[in-house]
C-alpha cells in the first residue's frame, strides 16, 4: 500500500532489538521513525543509532508528543502494560514487545485500555505476519501431513552475559526462559494446534511443565508438554543458559515437517529458508521461501496497513487480541507448574495500578446504599472474588472496581482455601482503602457446619484479610439438625466482641430466618441482618450444588418485601443463562439446562433480549439491572476473572429499570 501516508513511529527503550525494528522502518511501506525516548538522552550512540529520530527525555515526553502516532515498547517486560494503557489513553497506537506483559492478567489491562480508547494494540510477534509463516500454515490447513498428532518446538541459547543484573536473568525485570524465549514456542504451537482445525490458533486443554530455577530464581531453562483438543500433543521448550536446536518440527499421519529458526522468518535482513516435509517412504520435499526484505518491515506494514484502515487490531496469522490472551494464559500455567512468582508478584508487593499511577478516589461513583448496622453505605453491587487466582489478577480487578465507585468485597473462609482472603486482605492493605470497604466473609460451609467453627474460622479470615472486623458475616450454609438458637449465639458472640458487624444467613430458607430473627429478640441477641442467597430474573429450577438455596420466586420476593432484608444475591446473572451459551436446543452444559432451562425461564430471556437491543445492552447487563430494580434491597456478587468482564458487568448501571419494565420482564 504505498498510497497511504506513512504512520510516524516513537520507540520507548532503545535496546538492540528497537534499533533492529528503527533499522527496517526505511525499508517498509507505511512507517517512518520520527523519534526515540529514554530516560538517559545523553547516553552516547543514540544519534548514531537511530539517525534521524528526535531524542526524547523519558517516557511521558514519547506519550505527550503530538507528531508520534504509533509507539513501539521494547522495554523489560515488567513495564510493558504500565507504557501500553498510557499511550493507549492518550490516543496513540501501540506496538508492544513480546511477551506483552507480565501475566494474562496484565495483557488483558492493556486490551481493555486500547478498546476504550480506539486505538490500535499488538503483540510484537514479527514471526507471525512474515510469507514464512503464512506458508507454514497454508501447508497444513492444506493436508500435506495428513492429520497432525505432535508438534515440537525449541528456543534456546547460551547467554552471553551472565551478568545477574541482566534482564533476562534478573528476578525483578520477570527474566527468564518461559517469557522471553517460552512465548515463541507456546505462540507457534498454538498457531499449528489451531491450523490442524482450520482455525487461527488453538489453546491447549492441559498443560503440565518442569524447568530449573537458578541462582537469581528464574528458569533458565524449563520444558512443557501442552495437549490440545484432538488429543494434538505439543512438546515445547525453551533456554537462556542452554543452546538448542531452535526448530519446529510438525508429525502427522503421512509425514512430517521441520523449519529451521521460523521465529527469524527468511533472516533477519531477508533470504530463504527451507520447510522441509518428510514423506513416510523417506523421500523429502524441499519447499523454499525466498523473501529479500527485512523481517520487521512485515510487521511494520501490518499494523500500518490496520492503523490506516481504522482497525484495532491484526487479522491472522498475525497476533489478535484473543490470540494474545491464550498464549499470556498458557504462559502464566506454564510458570505455574515450575513454581515461578515474581517477587513483585506476590501478594501486596506492588502498590501501584496496573498503569503505575496511585489508586484514585471514584470520578463517578456507583450508587450506594445505607445498610442498618453498617457505619458506611454500600456500593449497589459487590465484587467476588471467589475465583481470583493470583494478587495481579486481584488487584487489577479490584482497583478498577474501587475507581468506579465500587466497595463492597466479598469473600468466605473456603474460597481457594483461603487464597482469596489473602489476596483481598493484601489489596486492601496496599492500598488504605480498608475503612472505605464493606468486607463480606463467610464460614462454616458444609460439612463443618456447626456454631463451634465459627470462631475458628472467623479467627483464620481475620488474620488472612489482615483486618480486626468483617462488616458482614454469612454462616456459608445451614444445618437443620443444629437448633438455630445455637448458631444466633455464636454470632451474637461475635458482634459483641467487635469481630462482625452484622450477620446473617447464606443459603438459609425463609422459615430458618424467621426462627432465627424470633430467637434473637426474645433472648436479647443481634438478630440477622442480611441475607446471601440466589436471586435472579431467572428462577433456579435445581439447585446449582447442595445444600444452596434461591431467593427469586414469587414467595420470596413477598418475604424480602415485607421485612427490607437485604439480600447479597450469588449468580444474579443465572450462571450464563443470559448468553448464547443457553438455548432449548442447546444441552451439552448439564448444570446450565437441569438448574434453569424452563419455559418460564426461556420467556424472561427472550423479553430480557428484546429490551436489551432496545437500550443498546445486553441481556446480561438487563438480568443485573433486573436485580438492582427490585422495591427491597438486592446487593447482586459479580465474580468476573478478568478486567474485561468487570467492566462488561457494570454497563448494567446504565439501565434504570421502571416497575413496569419489571413487570414485563417477568409476566411479558
Given at each position: 500500500m504505498n498510497d497511504i501516508t506513512t504512520v510516524a513511529w516513537?520507540?520507548?527503550?532503545?535496546?538492540?532489538?528497537?534499533?533492529?525494528?528503527?533499522?527496517?522502518?526505511?525499508?517498509?511501506?507505511?512507517?517512518?521513525?520520527?523519534?526515540?525516548?529514554?530516560?538517559?538522552?545523553?547516553?552516547?550512540?543514540?544519534?548514531?543509532?537511530?539517525?534521524?529520530?528526535?531524542i526524547l527525555d523519558g517516557y511521558e515526553a514519547m506519550i505527550a508528543d503530538p507528531e508520534v502516532e504509533a509507539i513501539y515498547i521494547a522495554t523489560p517486560h515488567v513495564s510493558h502494560a504500565e507504557w501500553a494503557i498510557r499511550a493507549a489513553e492518550a490516543g496513540k497506537h501501540v506496538l508492544c514487545e513480546k511477551p506483552i506483559a507480565v501475566s494474562a492478567a496484565e495483557?488483558?489491562?492493556?486490551?481493555?485500555?486500547?478498546?476504550?480508547?480506539?486505538?490500535?494494540?499488538?503483540?510484537?510477534?514479527?514471526?507471525?505476519?512474515?510469507?514464512?509463516?503464512?506458508?507454514?500454515?497454508?501447508?497444513?490447513?492444506?493436508?500435506?501431513?495428513?492429520?497432525?498428532?505432535?508438534?515440537?518446538?525449541?528456543?534456546?541459547?547460551?547467554?552471553?552475559?551472565?551478568?545477574?543484573?541482566?534482564?533476562?536473568?534478573?528476578?525483578?525485570?520477570?527474566?527468564?526462559?518461559?517469557l522471553d524465549v517460552g512465548c515463541y514456542v507456546v505462540s507457534l504451537a498454538r498457531l499449528v494446534a489451531g491450523a490442524a482445525s482450520g482455525a487461527p490458533f488453538a489453546d491447549p486443554v492441559e498443560v503440565r511443565g518442569v524447568g530449573h530455577l537458578g541462582a537469581t530464581a528464574?528458569?533458565?531453562?524449563?520444558?512443557?508438554?501442552?495437549?490440545?483438543?484432538?488429543?494434538?500433543?505439543?512438546?515445547?521448550?525453551?533456554?537462556?543458559?542452554?543452546?538448542?536446536?531452535?526448530?519446529?518440527?510438525?508429525?502427522?499421519t503421512e509425514g512430517w515437517m521441520s523449519v529451521d529458526e521460523p521465529w527469524l522468518g527468511?533472516?533477519?535482513?531477508?533470504?530463504?529458508?527451507?520447510?522441509?516435509?518428510?514423506?513416510?517412504?523417506?523421500?523429502?520435499?524441499?519447499?523454499?521461501?525466498?523473501?529479500?526484505?527485512?523481517?520487521?518491515?512485515?510487521?511494520?506494514?501490518?499494523?500500518?496497513?490496520?492503523?490506516?484502515?481504522?482497525?484495532?487490531?491484526?487479522?491472522?496469522?498475525?497476533?489478535?487480541?484473543?490470540?494474545t490472551l491464550g498464549n499470556m494464559k498458557t504462559l502464566d500455567r506454564w510458570r505455574k507448574e515450575i513454581g515461578l512468582t515474581y517477587d513483585f508478584e506476590k501478594p501486596g508487593q506492588r502498590q501501584t495500578k496496573v498503569d503505575g499511577r496511585s489508586l484514585g478516589q471514584p470520578q463517578s461513583p456507583m450508587p450506594r446504599r445505607s445498610l442498618k448496622g453498617l457505619d458506611r453505605p454500600a456500593s449497589v453491587i459487590a465484587l467476588g472474588g471467589a475465583n481470583f487466582s493470583?494478587?495481579?489478577?486481584?488487584?487489577?480487578?479490584?482497583?478498577?472496581?474501587?475507581?468506579?465507585?465500587?466497595?463492597?468485597?466479598?469473600?468466605a473462609w473456603i474460597y481457594g482455601g483461603g487464597l482469596c482472603d489473602e489476596l483481598l486482605g493484601a489489596w486492601m492493605a496496599s492500598r488504605g482503602v480498608r475503612d472505605d470497604v464493606v468486607l463480606i466473609g463467610k464460614g462454616a460451609h458444609a460439612p463443618l457446619t456447626y456454631p463451634d467453627i465459627i470462631a475458628k474460622q472467623l479467627d483464620q479470615s481475620l488474620q488472612r484479610l489482615q483486618t480486626d472486623t468483617i462488616d458482614v458475616y454469612f454462616m456459608h450454609r445451614d444445618n437443620l439438625d443444629i437448633p438455630v438458637g445455637e448458631f444466633v449465639d455464636a454470632m451474637d458472640a461475635e458482634v459483641k466482641a467487635g469481630r462482625i458487624r452484622i450477620y446473617g444467613g447464606s443459603n438459609w430458607s425463609r422459615e430458618r430466618m424467621d426462627e432465627a430473627t424470633t430467637y434473637a429478640e426474645q433472648n436479647g441477641r443481634q438478630a440477622p441482618g442480611a441475607l446471601s442467597n440466589n436471586f435472579s430474573l431467572a428462577e433456579m429450577i435445581k439447585p446449582v450444588w447442595p445444600g444452596v438455596v434461591s431467593s427469586s420466586d414469587d414467595a420470596w420476593k413477598a418475604w424480602l418485601r415485607a421485612r427490607q432484608i437485604p439480600d447479597f444475591a450469588w449468580s444474579s446473572q443465572a450462571r450464563g443463562f443470559f448468553t448464547d451459551r443457553?438455548?432449548?436446543?442447546?444441552?451439552?452444559?448439564?448444570?446450565?439446562?437441569?438448574?434453569w432451562y424452563s419455559d418460564k425461564n426461556f420467556g424472561r430471556r427472550e423479553r430480557a433480549i428484546a429490551l436489551g437491543e432496545r437500550l443498546g445492552k445486553s441481556p446480561l447487563h438487563v438480568a443485573l439491572a433486573y436485580c438492582l430494580a427490585q422495591d427491597f434491597p438486592?446487593?447482586?456478587?459479580?465474580?468476573?476473572?478478568?478486567?474485561?468482564?468487570?467492566?462488561?458487568?457494570?454497563?448494567?448501571?446504565?439501565?434504570?429499570?421502571?416497575p413496569e419494565d419489571v413487570r414485563w420482564l417477568e409476566e411479558g
Open positions: 516513537g520507540i520507548i527503550g532503545p535496546g538492540s532489538i528497537a534499533r533492529q525494528f528503527a533499522d527496517n522502518l526505511p525499508g517498509s511501506q507505511t512507517g517512518r521513525l520520527a523519534a526515540i525516548a529514554t530516560r538517559n538522552p545523553n547516553r552516547p550512540g543514540l544519534a548514531d543509532a537511530f539517525p534521524g529520530a528526535r495483557a488483558e489491562a492493556m486490551i481493555v485500555a486500547a478498546r476504550k480508547a480506539g486505538t490500535f494494540l499488538a503483540e510484537a510477534f514479527m514471526n507471525r505476519v512474515h510469507p514464512l509463516t503464512e506458508r507454514i500454515v497454508e501447508l497444513l490447513r492444506a493436508g500435506v501431513l495428513g492429520e497432525i498428532r505432535m508438534i515440537k518446538v525449541s528456543f534456546g541459547f547460551r547467554i552471553g552475559n551472565p551478568d545477574p543484573t541482566h534482564r533476562l536473568l534478573a528476578h525483578d525485570a520477570a527474566g527468564g526462559a518461559v528464574v528458569d533458565e531453562w524449563a520444558a512443557a508438554v501442552l495437549c490440545f483438543p484432538g488429543d494434538i500433543v505439543a512438546e515445547v521448550a525453551g533456554s537462556i543458559t542452554v543452546a538448542q536446536d531452535n526448530q519446529l518440527r510438525v508429525f502427522g527468511t533472516g533477519r535482513k531477508g533470504g530463504n529458508k527451507d520447510i522441509l516435509i518428510n514423506k513416510p517412504n523417506g523421500n523429502v520435499e524441499r519447499i523454499v521461501v525466498d523473501e529479500p526484505r527485512a523481517l520487521y518491515t512485515f510487521e511494520i506494514d501490518a499494523v500500518g496497513r490496520a492503523i490506516r484502515e481504522g482497525r484495532t487490531e491484526l487479522d491472522p496469522p498475525g497476533v489478535t487480541w484473543a490470540d493470583s494478587f495481579a489478577q486481584a488487584a487489577i480487578i479490584c482497583d478498577a472496581f474501587y475507581e468506579r465507585g465500587g466497595n463492597v468485597l466479598d469473600s443457553a438455548a432449548p436446543d442447546k444441552t451439552d452444559d448439564a448444570e446450565l439446562a437441569e438448574s438486592v446487593i447482586p456478587l459479580i465474580g468476573p476473572l478478568a478486567l474485561g468482564e468487570l467492566e462488561d458487568s457494570l454497563e448494567a448501571l446504565d439501565i434504570k429499570l421502571t
